[in-house]
């Protein structure tokens, strides 16, 4: 994954569960920030954890931070 290619998590659907674009690409749906850590380690970034998700400039929040899951 580029460092400078933005992370998007995408708002909550009526499920709790958030798409996750990287690299311009949709890689799936998190129902956590767990979730979104797994993805950004098969992107390549194996040591990342739910601190670094939560702490990432590299990440957009869309329709809500990490902490909004519920729709």
Do not use: N
Not at 29 to 36: C, F, N
């Amino acid at each position: 994954m580029a460092s400078a290619t933005p992370v998007v998590i995408y708002p909550p659907d009526q499920d709790g569960g958030r798409r996750v674009r990287i690299d311009g690409a949709i890689v799936g749906r998190a129902l956590s920030v767990q979730g979104v850590a797994r993805f950004m380690q098969e992107a390549g970034l194996q040591d990342w954890d739910e601190m670094d998700v939560v702490r990432s400039s590299l990440i957009e929040w869309r329709g809500g931070g990490p902490d909004a899951w519920a729709h």
